[in-house]
Each structure stands twice: as structure tokens, then as C-alpha cells.
């Protein structure tokens, strides 16, 4: 990508630490900030005034091309950390609960993926509708096809993005077509970990679905993979819905609980994210916590499949990392506003607060932690890769005569949040450069 350093100026908010822990000092707000990137990082962030009195002071000003974004926001790019591929052509199927959901809507698309072909084209529609929606990273499953993860791949290297993904491991409880066994999906793995892993800006993770999935055998691989490739991810389901958990109970009896059939395998480490998480023991939240593993708290699944209400409060007490997902087509939004939005509503029938900033910190930093990214993306600080989005005030009228009538930074956000979507990403960049402009005609955005 060709480099340009660019000073940009706009309202500009980010998070360095979980409001939970730090309160008021978690975020850091510039009204009329500037936001300096060099060479595809950030070099500097600041009050314009301040930063271009300094660029002055050292007649360096003349270098940077400056673009302004008054009264806008500038935020970092949003981090979904759990979204399945191939699962938007049947997002918001209609009537099921998990288990029959996967049988009735997901398996049946699943297939589809062999033909790589067909996965490409999927990836190109994906990846376009991720960053119009100010997602610029993603944890992403494909299927069982290694040809999926091969199509995913070259679509997100191409767009220089930061995307982790994988190959679905599944050898039982599953229909044939869909079914690997312990050795091919361990073979297939190891090629796919060696082709992609660490190249350019894109990681691999181990993707065994969930436990009743994969036979003991299948989960042994897993760990296999893991000591071979230490720093690979591991990405499954956890814990998602009570029918779920009382058929793993009766195919690992041995397994103290859910997470004790990973834990078991040496699946739980710093790098594995576990999805959903809603119907967790104190012990499993206490061993997720030692071990260093995440949960990705999917909203708008966990309401549209019926799963339960997530308990963010007994994550933050246990210091479980958490982040967000959109769990993408059982969740039924790109958007992780929709998505924060969501989560704002679960709180509320737990009778918690879940503040703007919550929010905005679970869909940017929260997210990067959950994926062991602290300091790579996330948020503003120096060296960070300049992956970020522009938030339009303006999006509709509506929203503008709403936002009218608010006060505090706050009150704003969550306004923002709460009737937020797709319409309020006006810009997205990826290592500094504009990569989606809402306002351009659809084809024109696309790479
Ligand atoms: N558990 C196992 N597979 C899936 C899936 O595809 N979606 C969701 N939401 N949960 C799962
Ligand atoms: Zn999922």
C-alpha cells in the first residue's frame, strides 16, 4: 500500500483501559482532535491545536496532508470477535432454537463452501458489508472446507486486513458432507496454519465447532496443533444454550463441566475465544481466568436463538476477558452498534448498567485483548496500526434532530449507540488509507 502521513482531524475517542476497571479514565475524548498517521500507524494523537503548533514549531507541518472531519467522531475500527462466513445468506432464519437452527439453516449452507469458487465470491460480500459496518477486524469461522479458509484468506489479503479465521473441525454429530476425521482435519489445519499463519496481517485459529461436534480423538489434534503452533488461536462455541450443555454433559461425563471438556484437551489458554459463554459455573469463569481465555459475547444471537441473558457482571468479578461478536447469522447485525445496543438491552432485563462506553470499549479494545491484539489495534497509542473508522452525526435527520438534545459526551455515545447502524459509518480506513466511503456509489468501494 502506498503510504501517505496524514493528520486527521475530527472529534476523536478511544479507550485505554475496560470502563469496569478504570471508570471515567478508560477513555479519551479530543473534541477537536487530531489524529497523526505515519507510514500506515499512529505517530501522534492529540488536541489539533496542540499537535499542529508542534508540527509547526519543528516546520515539519508542510510534510502531511490534512483531512477534516468537523464534528465528526473518529474512533478506532470495530473488532468482531465471532462471525460465521458462510452463514449471511441465511441470517435471520426464521423459528428455531440452536440445535435445530444448525441442523435446519447452517449445516445445509455449509456445504455450499466446497466449491471455492462460490466461497470467494461469499468473501468478497462478507468482507464488503464488515467494513461498512466499521468492522476492520474479525475472528471469523468458515467450514469445514479447507478451501473456504483459502478463499477467505486471499479475499482479506488483498484488502490488507488484519483477520483471523479458520477451518471448521467436525467429525460427529454433523451430516457427511460436513464431516472431516481426527487426521484429515489435523492435516488440513497444519497446511492451512503454514500457508497463512502470520502472513502479511492475517493469523489462524483451530476451529473445532463446539464439543458434541468432535470426538475426543478430533479435540486431541486440537491440543496437538496448539503445542506445534503455539500462538496459533482456538476458536469454538461455549455454553451456549441449555440443551446444548445438557448433551455435553452426557457425551463427556468424565469432563467436570462444558469448559472441563476443553480444559481437558489444553484448549483453554491465552488466544482461545470462546463464543457465547452464557451458562458458565464460578468454577469455569475461574478457570477461563487463570488460563487466560475469552469469552465473545454475542447479543444479538443470544436474543434471536433464545440462548439466555449473558452475565457480563460475573465475567468483569472473575476478570474474564471479554469482547464482543455478532455471531453473524444467527446474530442478525454486521453492525456491532446494533450489536452493543443489544447488549445494553440484556443488561437491562439483569437489572445492570451497561454504559456507551462500555460498549464502545467491548466493540474496540475489549475486543483487541479478547484477541491478544493490546497494542497492535484497538485504540490510538503510538505504533498502533491505523485501522479506524469515521462516526457521521449527521446520519439522518432523525438521529441529528436526537443528538440535538443531548448534553454530555455520554448521553451522546449512547444515543449513538442505541440507534446507530450501518448509516453511521461515513468513512472506514484500513492502515490509513480510505478503503469504504458511504457516500460513494456501492461498486466504487469495493477492492
Ligand atoms: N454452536 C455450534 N455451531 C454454532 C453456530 O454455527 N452458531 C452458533 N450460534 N452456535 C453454534
Ligand atoms: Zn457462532
Known amino acids: 500500500m502506498k503510504s501517505v ?30 489524529l497523526v498517521v505515519e507510514n500506515g500507524r499512529v505517530a501522534k494523537l492529540g488536541y489539533e491545536k496542540d499537535i499542529m503548533a508542534e508540527l509547526s514549531s519543528q516546520d515539519t507541518l508542510a510534510q ?133 499463519h502470520n502472513t502479511d496481517r492475517l493469523h489462524y485459529a483451530v476451529t473445532p465447532r463446539f464439543a458434541p461436534t468432535s470426538s475426543p480423538e478430533q479435540l486431541v489434534q486440537c491440543q496437538k496443533l496448539l503445542e506445534e503452533y503455539p500462538d496459533v488461536y482456538l476458536h469454538t462455541h461455549l455454553a451456549e444454550n441449555h440443551n446444548e450443555c445438557e448433551w455435553v454433559k452426557s457425551l463427556y461425563p468424565e469432563a467436570t463441566d462444558y469448559l472441563g471438556v476443553y480444559e481437558n484437551s489444553g484448549l483453554v489458554r491465552k488466544r482461545s475465544v470462546f463464543a457465547h459463554g452464557i451458562h458458565l459455573s464460578e468454577r469455569e469463569l475461574d478457570c477461563l481466568a487463570h488460563h487466560q481465555g475469552a469469552i465473545s459475547h454475542c447479543p444479538t444471537s ?60 467491548l466493540a474496540t479494545l475489549g475486543g483487541a485483548r479478547a484477541l491478544d491484539l493490546e497494542g497492535t489495534i484497538g485504540n490510538f497509542n503510538q505504533g498502533c496500526e491505523a485501522d479506524f473508522i469515521v462516526i457521521d452525526n449527521n446520519a439522518t435527520p432523525f438521529l441529528n434532530f436526537r443528538l440535538s438534545h443531548t448534553k454530555t459526551l455520554h448521553e451522546k455515545l449512547f444515543t449513538l449507540m442505541m440507534l446507530g447502524d450501518d448509516r453511521c459509518i461515513k468513512e472506514t480506513f484500513i492502515l490509513g488509507q480510505s478503503v469504504y466511503q458511504r457516500d460513494l456509489p456501492c461498486d466504487s468501494n469495493q477492492v
Not at 485505554?16 to 477537536?32: C, L, T
Not at 439453516?105 to 468473501?123: C, L, N, R, V
Request: proline share 3%; aromatic share 12%.
Open 64 to 196: 502531511y496532508h490534512v483531512r477534516r472531519y468537523d464534528n465528526q467522531i473518529i474512533m478506532p475500527g470495530m473488532i468482531d470477535t465471532h462471525i460465521h462466513l458462510p452463514q449471511i445468506e441465511m441470517i435471520g432464519a426464521y423459528g428455531e432454537q440452536l440445535l435445530t437452527w444448525l441442523t435446519e439453516y447452517a449445516f445445509p449452507t455449509e456445504e455450499k463452501f466446497s466449491d471455492e469458487e462460490y466461497a470467494s465470491g461469499i468473501s468478497n460480500i462478507f468482507l464488503d458489508e464488515l467494513l461498512k459496518n466499521g468492522t476492520t477486524t474479525a475472528l471469523v469461522f468458515c467450514t469445514v472446507h479447507p478451501q473456504s479458509v483459502n478463499a477467505f484468506f486471499t479475499a482479506a489479503q488483498q484488502r490488507h486486513l488484519r483477520m483471523i479465521a479458520g477451518k471448521v473441525m467436525m467429525d460427529t454429530n454433523c451430516p457427511d458432507e460436513l464431516s472431516d476425521t481426527p487426521s484429515s482435519s489435523y492435516q488440513d489445519s497444519k497446511l492451512l496454519i503454514e500457508k497463512w
Open 302 to 361: 443470544n436474543l434471536f436463538l433464545g440462548s439466555g441473558l449473558f452475565n457480563l457482571k460475573a465475567c468483569e468479578q472473575h476478570k474474564v476477558n471479554v469482547g464482543m461478536g455478532t455471531d453473524v447469522g444467527a446474530g442478525t447485525s454486521f453492525s456491532l452498534l446494533q450489536t452493543a445496543s443489544e447488549a445494553y438491552k440484556i443488561q437491562q432485563l439483569r437489572d445492570e448498567k451497561f454504559s456507551a462506553f462500555k460498549g464502545l470499549y
Open 5 to 34: 502521513n496524514t493528520i486527521f482531524c475530527a472529534d476523536i475517542l478511544d479507550f485505554i483501559d475496560d470502563p469496569a476497571v478504570a471508570g471515567d479514565k478508560a477513555h479519551r475524548y479530543f473534541k477537536q482532535g487530531a
